[in-house]
């Protein structure tokens, strides 16, 4: 049906029916009126139409000829003010109309009209009213599906959300609304928004974005979704808030599409317009499509009166990821604003905010490069002094002391009257107090405590606290003791507060007041149970007692050290054994141990307890069961290639053989065992017994069948089945006949199979001789430390000494060096050469120093107390002569020179030759003379 | 010498015998001359092709020699429109369309030397069907062999994404890493640019920059969880990486958001199985593998 054809079809018919009965010249001037207006319409030309019929309707509106004809005039002049939007008129025409003719065949499409033209006045109640009209008149009427649509539009625009959401639930799902079921979405989500519905619209958003329901409409949904996040963000619904802001779009993609959707809407309209037939119903979807059109670039506009969009829901974004604890996201939302959007106003805030994000994410050296960029970029914000603070922060969170304290001291000159300077010096005193710097921790966190300004600080308690740690850990006990006594007083609520009781009663110990130690860590142990220094107290208790001389109840305190503590129950158990060894209850030793070799079985320091089982069973007197405790533990536990400690066994386990007949006993045993032990491919074991009758022949002067066995030990045990005491076995070999190259693979074999083994610190000590005999002092230090940390028993422990010592002299610590030599000199267990190498170290350290006069003391203790070491005796003449040259005792020096030259032991060393030289140098000859004096 | 040979001439009787499935067909000829024949192709022969064509009243058949042809437009093979690879719904469907296409190909490789053959948008379509099905290596071959003859350069740039993803799927060290870094900042669309992420990500995983990986994959649960799944497959890789950095809480809050955002899914069932794990006490760091995080949607 179009609208030529109802006007020319129907009403032409009717109109020269009426106008046959009229005056001749009247019925022409109605009838070209008529013609004219029909033209007009049909060309589009509704101005001329909408004249037209006014005109015929004010000549004829009551001529009784006319009556007839009259709707149909009424029915176009209304088409022709709707179609120039004369809405006003064109319902006043509409209504003449429908009163004239109220069945008329176009009551549908005119009630369609009516309540359109309504609408675009902004009367949406009398529009909603027609519309109902319509659907209830005519419920297949073709357009009946934007009738009920555009009646939820109204409902809305009366903010009537309850009656335009069944209308746009109509419209969604309705077979004939299929094209209006994308818009009935988007204003969907609008209404339940708009009725606080919000997990609805929530539900209904989220589906429609991923389903992507409402293609066309993105900024409606965008814009919807950034509200609707925000009310769920202000009801705490922070889960809701982040499905919400993450079915926006950015400004940028929401332009692009809705600029392609009104570039498509254009061309709609353009198609519609250029068509020549101007049916109703495409005049109507030219004024649809031109609403659309008007619609998509208001929202357009307002889009781009929104600058601050994107950051401003990235900063949403970022704000809810934070709150619900999802940090990573939260950084890259915040990194986002920070790249996209350097010009933005927000920037600034969303950097500082990336940069508290990471420290909180303790991503340090990630957050110290965004607050370096963030200080270069914006020194003068607000969060500038914040942002440099959490940078010093984060080194100390690493635990990079050193670099916390230098960032904190700028940070302290560059911001003096920063917020939180409290805090700052406070790190910066805590930083060096973490370095050992107890000196200036100590002077700095004093200076804190007599600040007025501090005094109401937050970090106070924090700077009690440390001021006493700082006391205790520099040595200061008897101060430390005080401190930590006054703050339990004033802080016993404190966090520090166990922590800080622990301390006093530690602090009792060192200050050797055991009783007090006893009572105030008691009262620790029962007050936390928890700490995780209730072992450690336990532990410090028992030796408190035990010190006091208590050792019943020490052994008590000791067995609170329970299996679980780890390395603390084999610590107690072998201080119960200490103390029943004191006591001489071996009987109680022998249950001591059999409790714990069966409670620890597969840990390696149960091999020790196996020695003590036997030790005790052989203090009982009990010979036999000591042996088989012995060969038990050898046998179950002996092929173990990463265990240790069998040597103790296996030495004491010769003192049960006495005799020469013992000693054949045991050597037979031991061949029958290695035989057994090898047929049965337990090679470790089998090396371990061969190693242990290679040292019985070696002390029985056996040496040539030791030796023997020595020989053919490589070849019949691999490298591979061996336990770093077996590898240790075959290095010193190589290493005392001086096949350094051979001894060094399994040095560093030792150092990589066995990390946990103590025997590792002798191969680390070997390795780092080496390093450093050809200058690589760096590995040399790796290796030195490595056995530092490996090292338990005391021989090694100062030959370690000594080579740190040679060590910090290389690297030029000539200082440093000497304490460590002097270290040596002070322990009585040094035997060997290690005195005079000692002694040569310091000499030598003295010599680095230049102080030549300290230096010869040193030297002529060697040649004079140490002699039967003739190497270090010609160096130690030679150097001592260099020294008095030095300081022009020339006479001195050629008195030292002909000492040595004059013994003939000395003259293989190189040290000889030089003599020879500098004598030659200083007398002209080489004419070895007795001097007057030795210096 | 003569081996060469006679493969050149298997190759040729077997592609000329696989032509014949796609005769005849109604073309139009672009000629060198300039001549445009609307014609039936109903051989081609070792020379070119042979046209039927109306002359007049009559029908006549006439030989075209390759050099005298400048490109034929082909009918589009409906193959091209008739499979949707997203859409096919079980594996027996995947594997007859991975049949029907791998037939045409063979058919049309018969005019791999004539401008306008639809061989590019078999290799296309072929090398989704295999990404599909898996076989990640001859979908690279497929797409290499795209690269080569494609004559656009959208097409090629497919191409190479398209091969940066197989050469992802088949190599366990982040090869291609920088290929699809590259990738995510010139993709077309957020659909695609979440799924470069994905693998941008793993591959920082797989190459053990996990704080890269989880900066990478997270943007997806930011970003585009509106674009598929690669928000659940996303944080689930992400899994891989909190572990190797002992994240356990992050680890545990990821965990928690795949059960409970998507729910009955593969995903949240990886999820469920990891913090069951945990809770028995395995370590975090066992479960660091990232390849234990890559399970798709059957």
Redesign the interface.
């Known amino acids: 049906m179009t609208l030529v054809r109802i006007v020319a079809g129907t009403a032409f018919l009717v109109v020269a029916a009426a106008l046959a009965q009229a005056a001749q010249e009247e019925r022409l001037d109605a009838e070209a009126l008529y013609a004219r207006g029909l033209n007009a319409l049909t060309a589009g030309d509704f101005e001329v139409a909408a004249q037209s019929f006014q005109e015929f309707a004010t000549r004829y509106a009551n001529e009784p000829a006319m009556t007839a004809v009259m709707p149909r005039v009424y029915y176009a002049l209304g088409c022709a003010w709707y179609n120039l939007r004369k809405m006003e008129k064109a319902v006043e025409a509409f209504e003449e109309h429908l009163r004239r003719a109220p069945t008329s065949p176009q009551r549908a499409e005119v009630v369609f009209r009516m309540a359109s033209a309504q609408q675009a006045l902004g009367d949406y109640g009398r529009a909603v009213k027609l519309y109902n009209e319509l659907l209830r008149g005519f419920p297949e009427f073709e357009q009946g599906p934007d009738a009920r649509f555009q009646m939820a539009v109204c409902y809305m625009a009366m903010e009537d959300y309850t009656n335009a959401i069944p209308a746009l639930l109509w419209v969604r799902s309705h077979p004939r609304a299929r094209e209006l079921a994308g818009a009935a979405e988007a204003l969907l989500i609008r209404c339940y928004l708009q009725r606080g519905m919000y997990q609805v619209a929530l539900s209904n958003l989220?589906r429609v974005?991923?389903g992507r329901l409402a293609e066309d409409h993105v900024v409606l949904l965008g814009l919807a979704a950034l509200q609707l996040g925000d009310y769920l963000y202000e009801d705490y619904n922070y889960e809701g808030a982040l499905d919400a802001y993450?079915?926006v779009m950015r400004r940028g993609?929401m332009e692009r599409r809705q600029r392609v959707r009104v570039a498509r809407l254009q061309r709609l309209r353009s198609a519609v317009e250029k068509q020549s037939n101007q049916t109703w119903e495409r005049v109507s979807m030219r004024e649809r499509l031109a609403g659309l059109e008007a619609q998509c670039q208001a929202e357009l506009e307002q889009l781009a009166g929104m600058p601050e969009f994107d950051t401003a829901w990235l900063m949403r974004?970022a704000r809810c990821?934070y709150d619900v604890?999802?940090?990573?996201?939260a950084?890259?939302?915040f990194?986002?604003v920070v790249e996209e959007y350097p010009q933005s106003g927000m920037v600034t805030t969303a950097h500082a905010r990336l940069v508290l994000c990471l420290a909180q994410m303790r991503?340090f050296p990630?957050a110290r490069a965004e607050a370096e960029a963030f200080l270069m970029r914006y020194p003068r914000a607000a969060e500038a002094p914040q942002i440099a603070f959490v940078k010093a922060e984060s080194y100390l969170n690493e635990e990079n002391f050193a670099a916390a304290e230098a960032e904190l001291v700028k940070l302290l000159e560059e911001y003096p009257e920063h917020p939180s300077r409290d805090r700052a010096e406070f790190y910066l005193h805590l930083a060096q107090a973490l370095q050992e710097k107890f000196t200036e921790a100590r002077a700095g966190l004093e200076r804190w405590r007599q600040t007025a300004a501090y005094a109401k600080s937050s970090a106070a308690v924090d700077v009690a606290y440390w001021y006493a740690m700082v006391l205790y850990f520099s040595g200061d006990y008897t101060n430390a003791l005080a401190q930590l006594t006054a703050f339990l007083q004033q802080h016993p609520e404190s966090i520090y507060a166990p922590d800080v009781l622990y301390r006093i009663g530690a602090a009792h110990y060192l200050l050797e007041r055991y009783r007090d130690a006893a009572i105030t860590l008691v009262q620790f142990t029962q007050r936390y149970p928890d700490h995780p220094l209730i072992w450690e107290a336990r532990m410090l208790r028992g030796d408190a007692l035990a010190a006091l001389g208590q050792l019943d109840i020490a052994i008590r305190a000791y067995q609170e050290l329970r299996p679980e503590s780890g390395p603390y129950y084999h610590y107690g158990v072998a201080q119960i054994g200490k103390c029943y060894k004191s006591l001489q209850n071996y009987t109680n030793m022998v249950v001591l141990y059999q409790e714990y070799v069966a409670t620890v079985p597969n840990s390696p320091q149960v091999v020790e307890g196996m020695y003590w089982l036997g030790w005790a069973y052989r203090q009982l007197g009990n010979l036999h069961a000591a042996r088989e405790a012995y060969w038990d533990a050898l046998a179950r536990y002996g092929n173990q290639r990463a265990w240790w400690g069998f040597e103790e066994i296996l030495k004491d386990l010769q003192r049960m053989y006495p005799g020469s007949n013992g000693v054949e006993e045991l050597a037979q045993r031991l061949r029958e065992e290695v035989s057994v032990q090898r047929a049965r491919g337990r090679l470790t074991l089998a090396s371990r017994l061969a190693m242990a009758e290679y040292y019985m022949l070696q002390r029985n002067g056996r040496t040539n069948e030791a030796e023997e066995l020595a020989r053919t030990f490589g070849a019949r045990y691999p490298t591979n089945v061996l336990g770093a005491d077996g590898l240790l076995f075959v290095a010193r070999q190589a290493w005392q006949q001086g096949r350094t190259a051979d001894a060094v693979p399994l040095f560093m074999q030792i150092s990589r199979e066995f990390a946990a083994s103590p025997l590792r610190a002798e191969a680390e000590l070997r390795l780092a001789q080496v390093a450093r005999q050809r200058g690589a002092l760096e590995e040399a230090a790796r290796h030195l430390a490595a056995a530092e940390a490996a090292v338990q028993d005391v021989p090694t422990a100062l030959e370690i000494t000594i080579e740190r010592a040679e060590h910090l002299l290389g690297v030029g610590e000539a200082r440093a060096a000497i304490a460590k030599f002097e270290e040596v000199l002070a322990n009585r267990a040094a035997r060997g050469p290690l005195w005079p190498r000692a002694l040569f170290g310091i000499a030598s350290a003295y010599e680095e120093l230049t102080d030549y006069v300290k230096a010869i003391p040193y030297y002529q203790r060697i040649y004079v107390m140490y002699a039967g070491y003739p190497e270090l005796t010609a160096k130690a003449y030679y150097y001592s002569g260099r020294c008095f040259e030095r300081l022009n005792k020339i006479q001195e020096a050629i008195n030292s020179y002909r000492e040595l030259l004059n013994d003939p032991r000395l003259e293989q060393y190189e040290e000889a030759r030089y003599a020879r030289e500098r004598l030659k140098h200083l007398t002209g000859s080489n004419v070895l003379q007795t001097g007057e004096g030795s210096s | 010498m003569k081996a060469h040979l006679r493969l050149v001439l298997l190759w040729a009787v077997s592609a000329l015998a696989a032509a014949a499935q796609l005769l005849p067909m109604a073309i139009r000829l672009h000629l060198k001359d300039g001549r445009k024949l609307d014609c039936v192709l109903v051989q081609r022969t070792a020379e070119g092709i042979l046209v039927e064509r109306r002359v007049g009243t009559t029908r006549a058949r006439e030989p075209h020699r390759l050099e005298q042809i400048d490109a034929i437009q082909f009918p589009l093979p409906s193959i091209l429109t008739s499979i949707n690879v997203r859409a096919l719904r079980d594996k027996q469907a995947l594997e007859e369309a991975v049949q029907a296409v791998e037939q045409q190909y063979t058919a049309w490789q018969a005019f791999a030397d004539i401008r306008g053959n639809h061989l590019p948008g078999l290799l296309r379509l072929y090398g989704a069907l295999l990404e599909r099905q898996k076989a990640y290596g001859t979908a690279a071959r497929m797409y290499e062999q795209l690269q080569r003859i494609a004559v656009d350069e959208p097409t090629r740039l497919h191409a190479t994404k398209r091969l940066a993803v197989c050469t992802f799927w088949t190599s366990t060290n982040g090869a291609a890493l920088v290929a699809l870094t590259n990738f995510v900042a010139t993709a077309e669309d957020d659909a695609e640019r979440a799924e470069f992420l994905f693998y941008a990500g793993v591959s920082y995983a797989q190459r053990g920059e996990h704080v890269a990986a989880l900066f990478t994959l997270l943007k997806n649960p930011v970003f585009y969880s509106m674009h598929g799944a690669w928000e659940p497959r996303s944080l689930t890789a992400a899994l891989a990486s909190f572990a190797a950095l002992e994240r356990r809480e992050e680890f545990i809050t990821t965990c928690a958001t795949l059960t409970q955002r998507f729910e009955r899914t593969v995903w949240a069932a990886i999820a469920q199985d990891r913090l069951h794990a945990l809770t028995c006490g395995t370590n975090l760091t066992a479960l660091a593998s990232i390849t234990n995080y890559l399970a798709e949607e059957p």
Do not use: K, M, N, S
């Not at chain 1, 604890?325 to 996201?329: A, K, M």
């Open positions: 989220v974005v991923r993450r079915c993609e974004l990821f604890g999802r940090l990573w996201e950084c890259i939302a990194r986002a991503l990630t």
